[in-house]
């Protein structure tokens, strides 16, 4: 869906898979053609193109490809990496940045979600980078699945002017945290980011304190579930703030957050799952990102699981509690109805979508059925609006798999997932 002054516009929606004329490839079972989407202009032309991953594809050999942007909207596509062998899972995973700091486009995608692929830019039509592409390992201390990646975000967290990728991997107190440096020779190989286990499953980046160094925000939405040694912080999940510095990732200046922390709308119980999703972006405008988060399965007035979504205000001391909002279908100028089992929160994502400088409030919800339908929960989506005080429900929109026109699926998951554009 494109943007416009108002918001998105539902009506100038397109779909792509692997059976659409001009899209490479064949859609075939397993293929998950979109597992990653990102954007970047590629080729320079001024627009914005689509890179998107199948993880899945040619039989988990994966693959990555692009749809180029242009006056009027994404049209043809052409391959940019396709694994070779049947567990590369290449595209399952993918980010863009100027990794080498050249002002041209880079992109890194995962290869077996234990290494990156980084492809150079600028990227010729055909899908060729100018710059080649080289393997870089992933972040690996000897731990049992140290160099596994469940997700990616880029960002300059050094200051230096080349964009940097951050991973995370595991689940619950195994996960982990690896940093891979941008430099003029491109992207170094990851490192493991000390005293960071057990820190989440999710991550994204932003210039959350205003010095002009992306900070890192992740989640783990898992809580104490068994575990040996609990984290009191990590009673209903938690969010973790990371700041950027000269030299990388700041761990002294650590920050974990839950539903106990003051200012933090709701309370930290077993099972809300507060941290399944995050995202960074400045949704008032004053230059300081701030953070969404999903908390899919909040019980609240007796209704289980059906989920909100929390927005908290960065500053120049970092994330804080203090000013935070809570939204849910139960909020007032939200369309639809809390329901159980919904799991409002599943995604989120803040994004720009009317052009006034500041970041609107993306949420999915995963169990939802649109319009209230609950015979076909195949999820749905809401775009909420943001002002210089905040984010506002008034003039709030959702839309579904009908709106999108694409096969109603029960359990189709629309919302399970809000992939970084």
């Given amino acids: 869906m494109y943007g416009s002054a108002s918001g998105l516009v539902t009506s100038s929606k397109q779909v792509f898979d692997q059976n659409r004329p001009g899209i490479p490839g064949d859609a075939e079972q397993g293929d998950a053609y979109g597992s990653s989407v990102t954007s970047a202009d590629l080729d320079r032309d001024g627009n914005a193109d689509l890179i998107v991953g199948a993880g899945g594809d040619n039989g988990g050999k994966g693959s990555l490809s692009v749809i180029w ?17 049947y567990d590369d899972w290449v595209g399952d995973l993918v980010v863009a940045g100027d990794f080498n700091g050249d002002g041209a486009a880079d992109v890194a995608t995962s290869v077996r979600g234990t290494r990156l692929r980084v492809l150079t830019g600028p990227f010729h039509r055909d899908g060729t980078p100018a710059g080649g592409t080289h393997d870089v390992k992933g972040a690996d201390d000897g731990a049992p699945d140290a160099n596994s990646m469940s997700d990616l975000a880029a960002g300059d967290v050094n200051g230096d002017g080349s964009t940097d990728v951050v991973s995370t991997g595991g689940r619950g107190d195994v996960s982990h945290v690896g940093y891979f440096t941008g430099a003029p020779a491109g992207l170094g190989a990851g490192v493991t980011v000390s005293g960071l286990d057990g820190a989440g499953d999710n ?8 010095d002009h160094r992306a900070d890192i925000v992740i989640g783990r939405p898992d809580g104490n579930v068994g575990t040996e040694v ?10 973790t703030y990371l700041p950027g510095s000269a030299t990388g990732p700041d761990t002294a200046r650590r920050r974990r957050i839950n539903q106990d922390t003051s200012g933090v709308p709701g309370v930290a119980e ?10 960074v972006g400045d949704i008032d405008g004053d230059g300081y990102a701030d953070v969404s988060v999903g908390v899919p399965s909040e019980t609240f007035d007796g209704i289980e699981m059906a989920g909100s979504a929390v927005t908290m205000r960065g500053t120049w001391g970092g994330l804080t509690g203090r000013g935070a909002q809570v939204f849910s279908e139960a909020t007032a100028g939200v369309p639809g109805v809390a329901r159980t089992y919904d799991l409002f929160g599943s995604c989120t994502r ?25 015979d076909t929960t195949d999820g749905s989506m809401w775009v909420l609006r943001s002002t210089a005080g905040g984010v506002t429900p008034n003039g709030s929109i959702t839309f579904g798999a009908r709106t999108l026109e694409v096969p109603l699926h029960n359990g189709g998951g629309l919302g399970s997932e809000c992939p970084v554009g």
């Fill in 230 to 239: 609990p984290l009191p912080q990590a009673k209903g999940g938690m969010v």
């Fill in 270 to 279: 077993v099972g809300d799952e507060f941290g399944e999703d995050v995202s």
């Fill in 203 to 210: 991550l994204d980046v932003g210039d959350v304190n205003g």
């Fill in 350 to 374: 803040l994004a720009d979508t009317n052009g006034d400088g500041r970041a609107d409030l993306v949420v999915g919800a995963a169990g939802e059925g649109e319009f209230g339908d609950e």
């Fill in 69 to 85: 942007g242009g006056p009027d909207g994404l049209s043809g596509s052409t391959w940019l990496s396709r694994g070779a062998a």
